[in-house]
């Protein structure tokens, strides 16, 4: 009640799990039994059924699927980041 009247902003701020071309990283990790699978952005949650899987065969196999192959950290050092204009982070506004 002490507040009621108060105008207030509605905002949200904090850490994205997101990665800078908005394609997830699923891949084998830099260190010996780490594997990867995160940067989702925005399509994460309609693509959790074949990452799951592509997931899964990266840490049986140690190696990537054909699907997620492209999906690797270093795409970034390579200069080789996923275009996918339907979605995603923009750079300029992080």
Not at 32 to 42: K, S
Request: a positive charge; hydrophobic letters at 35%; charged letters at 20%.
């Amino acid at each position: 009640p002490g507040l009621a009247r108060v105008r207030m902003l509605r905002s949200w701020g904090g850490v994205c799990d997101m990665s800078m071309d908005g394609s997830p990283i699923i891949t084998t990790g830099p260190l010996p039994g780490m594997y990867l699978n995160c940067g989702w952005c925005y399509g994460g949650f309609k693509a959790t059924p074949v990452s799951g899987w592509c997931f899964a065969w990266t840490i049986a196999k140690d190696e990537p699927h054909d699907i997620n192959a492209p999906f690797t950290l270093d795409r970034f050092h390579r200069g080789l980041v996923i275009d996918d204009k339907g979605q995603g982070a923009t750079p300029r506004l992080h």
